[in-house]
C-alpha cells in the first residue's frame, strides 16, 4: 500500500475543522484532544454477532489555568508550565475526540497511531480502522498509565491515509457521531 501525502488530504477537504499548518506531518497529520470522556460507574458494554449495547459515558469539564512544574537538567532548575484548559487524569480508561473532523476519501483508509511524546509519558491511544467514506469526528481509547495533566488542544495522535482498493465504502453506525454522541448507543 501507498501512503497518501497529507498535503493533499488538506486541499482535497478531507480533513476540516481548526487545523494549522503546523499539525502536517511527513506522512500524517497531528490530531489536537478537544473532548474528553470517562465511563460512568456501573456501566457496562455488551456486544453479540448482531447486537451491541455501548457503556454509557459522560464528558469531562476541563479545569481552567491546569499547572505543572517543569524539571530541567538539575533539581534546581525548574520552570511551571501552565496549560489555559486541561485535564489532570489518573491512571484509568478514557474516550476522547479530537477537535478535527474527517470524510476519509473513497479509495483510502486510515490509521491513527499516538505521539512518541505519549509512549514516553505512560500513556496509550488505541483506535480502529478509518474505513474509506467515513465521516465524523475522530478519536479513540485513551489508556493511562501514570498521572498526567493533558492541556486541551494538545497534539495527541497523527493520521495516516493509505491508497485502497476497497470492497465497499463505510456506512456504519458510527457515521457522522463523536464519541459522546454514540453513548449508549444500540445497533
Do not use: C
Not at 489536537?32 to 451491541?52: C, M, Q, V, W, Y
Not at 530541567?72 to 475526540?97: F, N, R
Not at 481509547?141 to 476497497?166: S, T
Amino acid at each position: 500500500m501507498t501512503v497518501v501525502n497529507p498535503r493533499s488530504l488538506i486541499d482535497g477537504n478531507f480533513i476540516v475543522g481548526n487545523l494549522d499548518p503546523n499539525q502536517i506531518q511527513q506522512v500524517g497529520i497531528d490530531l489536537t484532544i478537544d473532548k474528553l470522556h470517562e465511563f460512568a460507574p456501573d456501566s457496562e458494554s455488551a456486544i453479540g454477532k448482531n447486537d451491541r449495547q455501548l457503556a454509557d459515558y459522560r464528558l469531562m469539564t476541563p479545569l481552567k489555568k491546569v499547572q505543572a512544574t517543569k524539571r530541567g537538567k538539575t533539581h534546581s532548575d525548574t520552570s511551571v508550565i501552565t496549560m489555559e484548559e486541561g485535564w489532570m487524569l489518573k491512571p484509568g480508561y478514557y474516550l476522547w475526540d479530537a477537535k478535527e473532523t474527517i470524510t476519509v476519501p473513497q479509495d483510502a483508509m486510515a490509521i491513527i497511531i499516538q505521539r512518541s511524546t505519549f509512549v514516553r509519558a505512560g500513556v496509550q491511544i488505541l483506535t480502529g480502522v478509518w474505513d474509506p467514506g467515513f465521516q465524523g469526528v475522530l478519536g479513540g481509547n485513551l489508556i493511562v498509565h501514570n498521572p498526567i495533566r493533558l492541556e486541551r488542544g494538545a497534539r495527541v495522535a497523527q493520521i495516516i491515509f493509505w491508497k485502497a482498493e476497497p470492497a465497499s465504502q463505510y456506512s456504519g453506525a458510527y457515521m457522522n457521531t463523536s464519541h459522546g454522541s454514540s453513548s449508549g448507543m444500540s445497533i
